[in-house]
């Protein structure tokens, strides 16, 4: 095989472009298939042989044609051009000319390496630093840098405000804590950093005090994560602190202020060696070109005030005889060297044991000094370091000076290239840090919603991992509904530059949750992105919810206990009436003939006050004061006896169904009260029907109430947690609406034509009374249903105390004391009471009624004590009466239940207790069964 041919085939396996072509006319002699791909060219290689190099590869050949006639090779020379068909590409080049003895003149031979996806790579590279950057410039929150010993490195603009009052945190860094807070606060900023730094556990969003410029106390949100190195290392930390003092929602645009990167210097030959190398290095270059001896290299910290020495001369070095050589310097200490600094200019020395107000003196066994010169190297300003030489033969002038500083700021362009490359790997992993720690959720975005970026809390959020996020948009982080509104955001962000709103997310999972959308544009380039910041607020809307709910709850319940305290005043005014008007129709009745024509209508009057009576008692029940006899009763068999009359009770179409529970607890209860109770929601049920076909169900049983269950009832006065009875009906009538629920328990509020509006009022206090609570389901046109709950006890069995047989012919005799307020009330007991052969005493207060007690304490049979009265009332009239004479029967009268009324009064000695209104035989019975002869 001729060896063209081999060579051609070889050359197909490279993935480089070769060629070789004649310098003189430019003919290509071989060519490769991967320099016809790199140059978009549709050929066989072979077709390329005898064509002009220039016409295929276009000016960038010519140019490196024109160059290889001078240097005669070219190495790496990388470019970009433009393909015949428009396509923008990199190549790195390498280029020669050889003798070529078989055509017996010069060619070139060439390499072309496609370069295009590396260059790409570092745009991006690029794009996302200045990214970065923009992310930092954009946070609100407080951020900062510290490295191991706790000091500051790096600050934004929003930690500048609140600890120095601008936004310059330049003064910050350097210093810790301890130089702008109070010694117990910067101690607890720096035990939290010391446990980071020692452990590389973050600390997450604790909420801490702090203070501002001003003095102004303020509390942080603050979370704090370590920094590692290439190794792993911790180096420092990075933290976040958001102001909740006043818990506004601010944007979540998020800005930091990082120390700008500096630009890149050009590479040379000693871009790979080491600090303490190129040091070394340029020193002994600056002395050799300087024509000295020794010399020396130091650097000067940040304001200037102490210098470091990194490097002597060789020379100097075997010279000098001092044992140990400091290494820092403090420049305010420092003799003639150090006046390159304080005058900030170059310093010559030429005659150094010359009398100099500058110098002081040389330590012992330093290499002794004829001639010095230093220069100090700025960067922007501020001195960086400063090199001196000395023991020139000559005289040292200005020629000396430009070199020496060429040299070195030669060397300081080289330290700042190796920082900057540190500086930028270091910030790249600062900021990706950050990004990912920051606690809320952060997208970066196209315009048209794609995902390009989010962090772990916005990965955490919403349910997808990292790699899923980024194949989404915004579309499918939302509800579908919600979707429709998108494009009204996108105009807003190209329009206004962002915006601030609530919206709805959706997860993974499909739940839809309200959120905070913090949205703001940035450009970068010609590019423009949207950096959008997510917060969910379904905690926040719980709240607020729950805030309301209570404050309803306590608007009812604040309602009732003044309605309530109302019902319960006219009650037992009215009561005193009542006792009168129907006790005086009850002795009537005991005095008339059975055959006497005023009996009926006396009996009318008797029944009128009864039903009067009756109305007390619902209004007593709603004030949670009414008339308890309590038993324990079984609800599933009170409920049961019942049947019969509640069948007759509701509307021919209602049908009954019930569903009672095996094994209900028993609750302590007044049973003709819970009567009332389930008559109430029964009739109530059957009005919600009317005259259509309906159904009332009617269950009992028993649950286990949480605090959760129980605050979101009727009535919830912080019960406790536990077993709870209840008996609910249910109903398939109209409904109600929310208006009408909300005024369900108003006494006097009715939806029927006609009706009091007491029912569900006074149900509402006999379970009130009986601490219990009711719960309301209902939807217009779909029904309602009432749970009413008891608490359990702990009683296996009830009993019940039976109704004292009256004995009206029984008569009695003896001193009997009436103390009451209500004329009528007094004249009653007397008439009664005379009837039967007492003799009675009558006092109108508390006061009275003590001073009559005290004066015939050993003739009276019994005290008749009202509880409520002017001037003293009941309970300080029975101390005052034990106090006297123990043994005197005393017993309580008042239109208030029993339990309420009597508990003051538990252990002291209280005889019995006569509830208003009552009846001559009520009062005959009382006497005869607490104060027997």
């Avoid at 970065?132 to 600050?155: H, N, V």
């Avoid at 998020?254 to 070394?280: F, I, N, T, V």
């Avoid at 070095?317 to 200490?333: D, Q, T």
Wanted: with cysteine.
């Amino acid at each position: 095989m001729p060896m063209q041919d081999l060579l051609q085939r070889v050359l197909e396996f490279t993935g480089e472009g070769v060629y070789r072509y004649r310098y003189d006319d430019g003919m290509v002699l071989l060519a490769n298939r991967a320099l016809a791909r790199i140059l978009d060219l549709e050929l066989d290689p072979r077709e390329l042989i005898g064509q002009n190099i220039h016409n295929l590869m276009g000016s960038e050949a010519a140019a490196l044609h024109g160059e290889l006639a001078s240097i005669g090779e070219i190495r790496g020379r990388q470019y970009a051009f433009t393909t015949g068909k428009g396509v923008r590409r990199w190549v790195s080049h390498d280029a020669f000319v050889v003798e070529d003895a078989t055509e017996q003149t010069r060619v070139v031979e060439g390499i072309l390496r496609d370069i295009t996806d590396t260059k790409r790579a570092e745009e991006a590279l690029l794009r996302q630093s200045g990214l970065l950057q923009t992310l930092m410039d954009a946070m609100p929150d407080l951020i900062f840098f510290k490295d191991e010993k706790s000091r500051f490195i790096a600050g934004n603009k929003a930690l500048a405000r609140l600890m120095l009052g601008h936004e310059d945190a330049a003064p910050l860094l350097g210093k810790t804590d301890f130089d702008f807070y109070p010694p117990e606060l910067a101690a607890r900023y720096f035990a939290d950093d010391c446990h980071v730094i020692l452990t590389g556990e973050p600390i997450m969003a604790i909420e801490e005090p702090t203070i501002d410029r001003a003095g102004n106390s303020r509390w942080l949100s603050t979370t704090k994560a370590p920094i590692r190195d290439g190794q792993g290392r911790i180096v420092g930390i990075v933290g976040i602190g958001r102001d909740i003092t006043h818990n506004q929602r601010v944007e979540a645009a998020l800005r930091l202020d990082e120390q700008r990167l500096e630009a890149l210097y050009r590479l040379s030959q000693m871009a790979g060696a080491s600090l303490q190398e190129l040091s070394e290095f340029t020193l002994e270059e600056g002395i050799r070109l300087a024509g000295s001896t020794v010399g020396y290299l130091a650097f000067l910290n940040d304001d200037e005030t102490v210098l470091t020495m990194y490097a002597w001369s060789r020379e100097a070095m075997e010279e000098c005889l001092i044992s140990e050589k400091p290494l820092i310097y403090p420049v305010e200490k420092t003799g003639l060297w150090g006046e390159a600094v304080r005058q900030r200019k170059p310093i010559i020395t030429n005659d150094y044991d010359a009398p100099n107000p500058w110098k002081k003196g040389l330590p012992d066994g330093h290499v002794p000094l004829k001639r010095h010169m230093n220069v100090p190297i700025f960067e922007g300003g501020r001195i960086v370091l400063v090199a001196g030489v000395g023991n020139k033969a000559t005289d040292y002038d200005e020629s000396d000076v430009r070199q020496l500083s060429l040299l070195m700021n030669g060397m300081w362009r080289l330290v700042r290239q190796r920082q900057s490359e540190e500086a930028l790997f270091e910030s790249e992993r600062k900021y990706r840090t950050l990004f990912d720690v920051f606690p809320t959720a952060i997208f970066l975005e196209e315009l048209d919603g794609r995902v390009l970026d989010c962090n772990a809390a916005a990965c955490e959020m919403y349910g997808w991992t990292h790699e899923e996020m980024l194949r989404l948009s915004v579309r499918d982080l939302v509800p579908e509904d919600f979707a429709q509104r998108l494009p009204d955001f996108a105009d807003e962000n190209r329009q206004k530059g962002g915006f601030f709103t609530e919206a709805l997310g959706r997860r993974k999972n499909g739940e839809v949750f309200p959120t905070e959308v913090n949205s703001r544009a940035m450009t970068l380039g010609d590019h423009t992105l949207v950096l959008v910041s997510v917060r969910d607020i379904t905690e926040s809307k719980r709240l607020i919810e729950e805030r309301e709910r209570l404050n309803l709850q306590i608007q009812q319940t604040q309602k009732l206990e003044s309605l309530g305290v109302l019902a319960g005043g006219i009650a037992h005014d009215f009561n005193n009436l009542l006792t009168g008007i129907l006790g005086h129709a009850s002795l009537a009745l005991m005095t008339l003939s059975p055959v006497s024509p005023a009996r009926a209508n006396i009996q009318q009057v008797e029944t009128a006050a009864r039903r009067a009576a009756d109305l007390t008692k619902q209004l007593l029940a709603y004030s949670g004061k009414g008339r308890f006899v309590i038993e324990h009763v079984q609800i599933s068999e009170l409920v049961e006896e019942m049947m019969h009359l509640l069948e007759v009770s509701v509307s021919k179409k209602c049908s009954l169904r019930y569903h009672f529970a095996a094994d209900t607890p028993f609750i302590e209860a007044d049973v003709t009260q819970i009567r009332q109770v389930v008559m109430n929601l029964i009739i109530n049920a059957s009005e919600a029907i009317g005259d259509r076909s309906g159904t009332i169900t009617v269950a009992t049983g028993s649950m286990l109430c949480t605090r959760a269950y129980l605050s979101d009832t009727y009535l919830d006065e912080m019960l406790p947690e536990g077993r709870y009875v209840f008996l609910e009906v249910s109903d398939t009538g109209c409904g109600m609406t929310p208006e009408t629920r909300a005024r369900l328990f108003d006494p006097f509020f009715t939806t029927k034509f006609a009706g009091r509006g007491l029912g569900l009022a006074a149900l509402l206090g006999i379970v009130r009374g009986h601490r219990g609570a009711v719960k309301v389901y209902s939807e217009p046109g779909k029904g309602s249903t009432f749970k009413v709950l008891f608490p359990a006890s702990d009683m296996t069995s009830g009993f019940s105390t039976a109704d004292p047989v009256q004995n009206t012919e029984w008569k009695g005799g003896g001193l009997i004391l009436v103390v009451d307020d209500e004329v009528i009330v007094r004249e009653l007991a007397a008439d009664a009471l005379g009837c039967k052969g007492f003799e009675v005493l009558l006092a109108c207060d508390g006061t009275e009624g003590v001073a009559r007690f005290r004066e015939h304490e050993k003739e009276l049979r019994a005290v008749i004590l009202d509880l409520t009265m002017p001037n003293m009332d009941g309970i300080e009239a029975f101390s005052e009466m034990r106090r006297i004479n123990a043994a005197v029967p005393v017993i309580l009268s008042s239109g208030y239940n029993e339990q309420d009324a009597t508990e003051r009064f538990a252990g002291k000695g209280l005889a019995g207790f006569l509830h208003k209104p009552y009846r001559v035989e009520d009062l005959l019975d009382a006497i005869s069964r607490f104060a027997p002869d």
